[in-house]
């Protein structure tokens, strides 16, 4: 699955969610999804472009109906979720950017970052893990992760996840991916910011919210911890 970004002059038009949406004639070429963030007299040269590596590679048009299914899906993940949780298996996802040539070596260190601290976890049988390239830039591109678990015999299933996702940002850092693609940084994301921003980038931020927001009415505690309780061990999953 993936999508074809591609805004005019660095600035981005409206993101066209479904094949029809305003009239473009996009397709599918080769994936179960592919939109633009373009203008119209763009698309047909980009969707020509899609075709033709498509074809090479033996793809074929899927169609729009793909992506709406995709879209659907959405909408049923945590109920799928809670099934899951039923048997004894946890299952979530996680976002990166990074550029081009990191993409193959982060995807695969992520995946065996995952499964080496199941097994380390004393996970019972050989977990799941997968990831997909969702958005496509000229730099680099989205990589989506998903892994699954089975927690059976091992207690705390939400402490489990969150160490081993926590391992899995290391290495994505580590590999030269980002903090997160669009997922955003929020509590759970922070403690790798300033690996992320530098310290002097923390302290920008810092100073901004002081400035703006001294008594901290607003996204208390996101981005950055109070300076009296710097630790965020204790944010919950979102699981």
Not at 20 to 37: H, M
Not at 106 to 124: E, F, P, T, Y
Not at 204 to 210: E, F, G, L, P, W
Request: glycine letters at 10%.
């Amino acid at each position: 699955m993936c999508t074809c970004l591609h805004p005019p002059d660095g600035q981005r038009t409206v993101y066209v969610r479904h094949g029809t949406q305003a009239g473009w004639p996009l397709a599918a070429a080769g994936f179960p999804r592919r939109s633009e963030e373009t203008v119209p007299y763009q698309v047909e040269g980009s969707k020509k472009r899609v075709y033709e590596i498509a074809t090479h590679f033996g793809g074929i048009p899927g169609g729009e109906e793909n992506g709406e299914r995709g879209y659907m899906l959405t909408y049923v993940i945590a109920y799928l979720r809670d099934i899951g949780l039923d048997y004894y298996v946890v299952a979530e996802s996680f976002e990166t950017s990074v550029p081009w040539d990191r993409v193959v070596t982060l995807s695969r260190n992520v995946k065996d970052r995952v499964i080496r601290d199941c097994k380390a976890r004393g996970v019972q049988f050989p977990p799941f893990a997968t990831c997909r390239v969702t958005q496509t830039y000229d730099a680099g591109a989205c990589v989506y992760f998903y892994f699954a678990f089975n927690y059976r015999g091992l207690g705390d299933a939400v402490t489990l996840y969150e160490e081993i996702e926590a391992g899995a940002r290391d290495e994505i850092l580590a590999n030269g991916g980002s903090i997160s693609h669009h997922h955003g940084v929020g509590k759970m994301r922070k403690r790798w910011l300033e690996q992320t921003i530098s310290s002097p980038g923390v302290g920008a931020i810092r100073s901004v919210k002081q400035w703006l927001d001294p008594t901290n009415i607003f996204g208390n505690g996101n981005l950055i911890s109070d300076e009296e309780s710097p630790r965020d061990s204790l944010v919950p999953s979102k699981l």
